[in-house]
């Protein structure tokens, strides 16, 4: 009996020690499997990683930036900064921390005032000689900026290659301070075609960079001359003209088949003396018929001279072509004024074929009873001069048909380029014209 209890007690230890021993060893191997799935995890996110840009494959580096602000004292700043990779170089000049920076001067220096002359345009440098409208008269005149232009004759069109740059340094015109300023071309004598710039607002530097063609054979720029007048733009009134650049020897300078450019002063007009008065006139050219009307207006602020503080006025017109008097006709005499209105039409034959031959020579007399006349003053119309006597005849031309009015103001003296024989005949017959 006791034996048979042994034997049932050590049969149940047994099973129990059995059991306990398959538990411990699959706790074991559960916890071998976990371990392993968490280092092929990891191996796997490790893997994952290194598919990514190497962010970090070598140890930080440290660098020092140096600010020299004191000589005898310096300041240390530690930067963390990570490696970039070589794959990355090519973008180094967008990262700060790739310049080298210790090798950089901070300093605090003042610069001194630049030369003046320095961006401007400087006529001297250029090889070709500039050649300027010779007009005894030119030493009244000033300067008002300077015109950048080139010339080129193209072979292959025929035509003359005019190419405007730029204007510098123009004249204030307008209340606001500025200008408008735009630039008129003409080919001359014989102006078949004239061009016209934009107006550039509020611009006393004008960029222009246009490009005009004057179909014309090259022999023939012998005895042609460009002329550049320079305008500023008026909405509500008359354009004023700022001043003139005429280019004469087109072909004596240089050889056109190059482009060549230039430089040149603008010439302003003659300053208005106004203390002898002024003269308003107005003409009208009918190119069929060739008949040149210039009617006489009115007169105003004229000098006084008679001993009452007066004027008789007459206006005398002399139609002169090659040194010679061809033509003269006068008003009628207005008693006792200094501010006449005449309102008077005088007519002259001038063939087309003429009209750059000519000037008009205007002359306002003090009529005396008593004595020779006395001359109040003068002034000069035609396409040879230079100032409003030329601006007025080339507008005239340009509106034919049209009458085109223009305030004068007076000088004592007419222009000295206007040449007249002393022993020529009045009234001499129209034999010098048609003879260019």
């Known amino acids: 009996m006791l034996a048979a209890m042994a034997a049932v007690l050590l049969a149940a230890v047994g099973y129990q020690c059995a059991a ?96 003046s002359s320095i961006g401007l345009i400087k006529p001297e440098l250029y090889k070709n000689e500039l050649v300027r409208q010779s007009s005894t008269d030119s030493g009244d005149l000033e300067f008002c900026g300077k015109l950048h232009f080139a010339l080129k004759y193209d072979q292959e069109v ?51 960079n246009e490009t005009f063609l004057f179909s014309v054979p090259y022999e023939e720029l012998r005895q042609r001359y460009v002329q550049f007048s320079v305008y500023d733009f008026d909405r509500f009134s008359r354009h004023d003209l700022i001043g003139h650049v005429v280019l004469k020897g087109l072909l004596e300078s240089a050889d056109l088949h190059q482009e060549i450019e230039y430089t040149m002063n603008i010439l302003a007009p003659p300053q208005e003396k106004k203390d002898l008065g002024e003269l308003m006139l107005s003409l009208c050219y009918l190119p069929t018929a060739g008949r040149l009307t210039v009617t006489v207006i009115k007169g105003r602020n004229l000098k006084a001279m008679d001993i009452n503080g007066s004027s008789d006025p007459y206006v005398k017109i002399c139609l002169i072509c090659q040194g010679k008097r061809i033509k003269k006709k006068k008003t009628t005499v207005k008693k006792n004024t200094l501010s006449p209105v005449y309102n ?40 040879s001069l230079i100032g409003i006597g030329r601006d007025h005849w080339l507008e005239m031309l340009d509106n034919a048909r049209k009458p085109v009015a223009q305030w004068y103001p007076l000088n004592k003296c007419p222009p000295t380029n206007i040449n007249v024989t002393k022993n020529d005949q009045q009234n001499t017959p129209l034999s010098c014209l048609n003879s260019r």
């Open 344 to 383: 008077e039409a005088l007519v002259f034959d001038l063939p087309a074929e003429n009209v750059y031959d000519v000037t008009l020579l205007v002359k306002v007399i003090d009529y005396d009873l008593i004595g020779p006349n006395e001359l109040i003053g003068c002034t000069a119309i035609g396409s």
């Open 158 to 208: 025929e035509a003359l290659v005019v190419k405007i740059f730029e204007a510098r340094d123009l004249p204030i015109k307008d209340v606001s301070g500025s200008s408008d300023p735009y630039i008129k071309v003409f080919l001359l004598p014989d102006r078949k075609k004239k061009f016209q710039t934009k107006v550039h607002r509020k611009n006393l530097n004008p960029v222009f």
């Open 20 to 115: 306990t021993w398959c538990w411990i060893m699959g706790r074991t191997r559960r916890d071998s499997e976990d371990s392993n799935c968490d280092s092929l995890s990891r191996q796997a996110a490790i893997r994952i990683s290194h598919s990514l840009p190497d962010l970090q494959t070598e140890p930080l580096k440290q660098e020092y930036v140096q600010e020299h602000k004191d000589a005898g004292k310096k300041v240390l700043r530690q930067t963390t900064l990570p490696i970039v990779p070589d794959r990355h170089q090519t973008f180094q000049r967008q990262l700060s921390h790739r310049l080298d920076l210790p090798s950089i001067q901070f300093s605090i220096c003042s610069l001194e005032r630049a030369d």
